[in-house]
């Protein structure tokens, strides 16, 4: 439910903020390694967990998702707007 409001949010702004040259995205991060994540990733059977996860087989870090955001925030996405970007190393696969 929750990611299907936010797709709805990052759509709706996408198209109001749209004419004003205004883009809208969203990125889905997943499992990263994190602050948030300390607890999981304490143990190694908590860091294989959270690897198993993930189709590419190893944890996210920070700089993934900076990594699409900076794209999101470059020239170069211009004309992107109104996506839910999956930055999670195919876990939703």
């Not at 040259?21 to 390694?33: F, K, L, Q």
Request: glycine residues 12%; proline residues 4%; hydrophobic residues 50%.
């Amino acid at each position: 439910m929750s990611k299907a409001a936010i797709d709805a949010l990052t759509f709706a702004l996408a198209k109001e903020l749209a004419p004003r040259a205004i883009t809208v995205n969203a990125v889905g991060p997943g499992g990263t390694a994190t602050d948030m994540n300390a607890a999981r990733l304490a143990t190694e059977e908590g860091r294989a967990a959270m690897a198993a996860d993930s189709p590419l087989g190893r944890i996210g870090q920070p700089a993934d998702v900076a990594g699409v955001v900076g794209f999101l925030v470059s020239d170069a996405a211009g004309r992107v707007t109104g996506q839910w970007i999956d930055a999670s190393g195919g876990s939703l696969l």
